[in-house]
């Protein structure tokens, strides 16, 4: 539908801008996070994570049969405990584990449980106890709580995830194309935009913003990579992460893409007016069939990121707490396709150098079959939104009445998880 309220130049001017990656849709504005700011990074993975994937529970009697063929073998797995490993594809977090820096909740999930994607997803990013409860994410109301001018956010993706809107503004940075610098179109948009009191500051703002990724991706950049077999260079944007299936032959290329997305992120956030939380949405976690090569390419991503949100911090790390979370899990048992279907409870990952060291988060319900949720899915044992608010207290200094009755309203049976940071 062609918007009749602007006039032509205003138009033409708009969807060009959008071509090159300059869109009004960086209407956030950063500032104070200066070094030594506490720094929250959130990580959804949408489709549904298989929790059993990302942290086998090796030690459990009942593990191997209920995976079978997609089980991953004990040789192969990264040990953590006497009963959990990683995944072979996540090094990184193993080798942070060790450092006591990851830890696993192994058996969470929000109050929703109706295996939708679309309810499922809507419930983690509003933190409400109820499909379609809020219109407005918990980090944006956390944000909100914090007071403005506090903490600024930024969301890495084409659209700001539910979770980050509402009330305050958050900046919105998309991976791919970049500024033209050659092109004079920006200068002139914002000379066009500079008396409008609505697109003025708003453009002015996505120019700033876009800076700051270019800014980002030069200081963190690798020196010029050789060509990769077959002549192609490594690229900078992810094509490979929403591939489904991304087969094994891509694995360099989209690492080292996922890689450079976590740098550019952590770049965006040791500037002294970066952001303190930011969002990143990874796709491809809905594993019906195949999963063992999906899931392995999947969590070779995920470790990227994390990797490069680990080197790109620096620093700063020692005052980050990443946490990654999915909708849902997946069945415990395998399906006749060689993957599973839509679960209850999964594994979150949390990471970062403000982390304590410590083992599981939360209670290990095991996998026999009178343990299983509905006969078929880990059962959940933790509320996500615990999780979350013990995260927001103890890490970023989140006042706890302001959680519970405005950031998690409903909340009072998921009891803070402490003692994390």
């Given at each position: 539908?062609?918007d009749?309220?602007?006039p032509?130049?205003r138009?033409s001017?708009?969807a060009?801008a959008a071509?090159l990656g300059?869109?009004?849709?960086f209407v956030g504005?950063q500032?104070h ?17 298989d929790?059993l994937s990302v942290a086998p ?7 191997a049969?209920?995976?079978g063929p997609i ?14 490993a990683?995944h ?5 977090v ?16 929000t109050?929703d449980?109706?295996?939708s994607h679309f ?10 106890a109820k499909?379609?409860g ?5 980090l944006?109301r956390t944000l909100e709580?914090?007071?403005p001018?506090?903490?600024?956010a930024?969301?890495?993706g084409?659209t ?6 509402g009330?305050?503004q ?5 991976p791919g194309?970049?500024?033209d610098?050659?092109?004079r179109l920006?200068t002139?948009?914002?000379?066009l935009?500079k008396?409008?009191p609505?697109?003025?500051?708003a453009f002015?703002r996505?120019?700033?913003t876009e ?5 980002a991706?030069?200081a ?6 050789p060509p990769a077999e077959g ?9 490979a ?10 694995n360099?290329q989209?690492?080292?893409a996922?890689?450079k ?5 952590a770049g965006?956030?040791?500037?002294a ?6 969002a990143?949405?990874?796709?491809g976690?809905?594993t019906h069939?195949?999963q063992?090569?999906q899931?392995a ?5 995920l470790d990227a ?5 680990h080197e790109g911090?620096g ?5 980050t707490?990443?946490v990654?979370?999915?909708e849902f899990?997946r069945?415990a048992?395998?399906?006749g396709?060689?993957?599973?279907d839509h679960?209850?409870?999964s594994?979150a990952?949390l990471l970062?150098?403000a982390?304590?060291r ?17 006969n ?8 996500m939104?615990?999780l979350?608010?013990g995260v927001?207290?103890d890490?970023?200094?989140v006042?706890r009445?302001?959680?519970e ?7 009072a ?9």
């Open positions: 539908m062609t009749r309220s602007l032509p130049s138009r001017f708009l060009a071509s300059v869109a009004v849709s504005r500032a996070a200066a070094d030594g700011a506490k720094k929250l990074v959130v990580v959804v993975c949408r489709g549904g994570m929790g529970p090796i030690g459990d009697p009942g593990y049969a209920l995976r089980a991953v073998g004990a040789e192969a797995a990264l040990k953590l405990d006497d009963t959990f990683l072979p594809s996540l090094t990184t193993h080798a942070l584990a060790r450092q006591g820096q990851a830890r696993i909740a192994p058996a969470i999930a109050p449980r109706a295996r309810e499922a997803q809507d419930v983690l990013e509003t933190g409400e499909v379609y809020a219109d407005s994410g918990w944006n709580v914090m007071g001018g506090k903490t600024e930024l969301s890495v084409t700001a995830p539910l979770i980050l809107r009330k305050v958050a900046a919105s940075w998309s194309k970049g500024l610098e050659a092109a920006p002139l948009l914002q000379d935009y008396g409008d609505l697109l003025g500051p002015a996505g120019l700033e800076a700051m990724a270019q800014a991706m030069t963190l950049a690798p020196a010029p990579a002549g192609m260079m490594m690229a900078a944007s992810t094509p992460m929403n591939r489904p299936g991304g087969r094994p032959a891509d360099r989209g690492r080292e996922a890689r997305l976590g740098s550019t992120l965006f956030m040791r500037q007016d970066g952001p303190q939380i930011a990143l949405s990874l796709d976690f809905d069939a195949g063992v090569g899931i390419t999947r969590l070779t991503y990121v994390l990797d490069g949100l911090l620093p700063e790390w020692k005052n707490v990443v990654a979370v999915t899990g069945t048992r395998v399906n396709t060689g993957g599973t679960g209850t409870a594994t990952l970062g150098g982390l304590k410590g083992g599981i988060v939360g209670d290990w319900p095991t996998l026999s079959e009178t343990a299983l949720f509905e078929r899915d880990v059962a959940p044992t933790l509320d939104r615990g979350f608010k927001l207290i890490h970023l200094g006042d009445a302001d959680v009755r405005k950031v998690f309203v409903d909340s049976g998921a009891r803070p998880v402490t003692g994390l940071v």
